[in-house]
C-alpha cells in the first residue's frame, strides 16, 4: 500500500532533549516536506527537499533540521527542544515538486 | 496582508445544501492551486487541484480559480454528514513551497 508513515505518533519530551521525528514514503517520491500545525495559525512548512541531498528552509525553520540521505527517508531532528515546538507535525511527499502531496498520519509532540 | 485568507468559521449547513468556501491570496506568482479535507485526528488528503483560472469538477466537488480577483472557491453539492471536515486551501509558490489556509471547519448536519 502507497503510504506516508510517520513515527512516533505521539511523544511527551522535556526541555533540551534531543529527538527525530522519522518519516518515510513507499512511492519513490522525490519531493519531500514537514508541516506543524498549530490552532489558529493553520499548516505552515518547516522545511522542503526536492530530492536526496537537496534540502530548503519553509516559513517556519528556526529550531528544526532535516536531513535526506536516501529517497525514501526525510527525519525531523530537533537538537533542543522547547515548549513552542509543542505542535502537531505532518510529513508529506510527493513525485515530484509541482504535483500533489500525500500527508502522513501525525505526530503530536508536547514538550515540557 | 497575508499570503493566504481563509476564514476559519465554524460554518454548519443542513444535509443537501450546497456548500461554498472560499480563499484570497497576495501573491500574483501562485499558479497552482489545491483544496484538502483533514477529519479530525488525520492528515490533510488532497480533494482538488487546479493549475491557473478556470473551474474543475470532480463528483459533487467543483473547484474555481479566478487569478484575476486572487480569489479560489471549494463547492459542495448536495452535502453530506461525511463531509464534515476542515478544508483547507493550499497553493504552491514558484519555489515549490506550499501555502495553506488557516483551514475552514464545516458541519453538515442530518
Known amino acids: 500500500e502507497a503510504q506516508v508513515t510517520q513515527n512516533p505518533r505521539y511523544l511527551i519530551t522535556v526541555t533540551g532533549k534531543k529527538l527525530t521525528v522519522t518519516c518515510s514514503q513507499n512511492m519513490n517520491h522525490e519531493y519531500m516536506s514537514w508541516y506543524r500545525q498549530d490552532p489558529g495559525l493553520g499548516l505552515r512548512q518547516i522545511y522542503y527537499?526536492?530530492?536526496?541531498?537537496?534540502?530548503d528552509k519553509g516559513d517556519v525553520p528556526e529550531g528544526y533540521k532535516v536531513s535526506r540521505k536516501e529517497k525514501r527517508n526525510f527525519p525531523l531532528i530537533l537538537e533542543s527542544p522547547s515548549p513552542n515546538q509543542t505542535s502537531l507535525y505532518f510529513c508529506?511527499?510527493?513525485?515530484?515538486?509541482?504535483?500533489?502531496?500525500?500527508f502522513g498520519p501525525g505526530t503530536r509532540l508536547t514538550v515540557l | 496582508q497575508k499570503e493566504v485568507e481563509q476564514d476559519p468559521g465554524p460554518l454548519s449547513v443542513p444535509e443537501g445544501a450546497i456548500v461554498s468556501l472560499n480563499c484570497t491570496y497576495s501573491?500574483?506568482?501562485?499558479?497552482?492551486f489545491m483544496w484538502y479535507r483533514q477529519y479530525s485526528r488525520k492528515g490533510p488528503e488532497l480533494l482538488m487541484y487546479t493549475y491557473s483560472s478556470g473551474n474543475k469538477e470532480d463528483g459533487r466537488f467543483t473547484a474555481q480559480v479566478d487569478k484575476s480577483s486572487k480569489y479560489i472557491s471549494l463547492f459542495i453539492r448536495d452535502s453530506q454528514p461525511s463531509d464534515s471536515a476542515t478544508y483547507l486551501c493550499a497553493m504552491k509558490g514558484s519555489q515549490g513551497n506550499l501555502i495553506f489556509g488557516k483551514g475552514t471547519k464545516l458541519s453538515v448536519k442530518p
Open positions: 527537499s526536492m530530492n536526496v541531498e537537496v534540502t
Open positions: 501573491n500574483s506568482a501562485f499558479q497552482y
Open positions: 508529506a511527499s510527493s513525485l515530484a515538486v509541482w504535483d500533489t502531496q500525500y
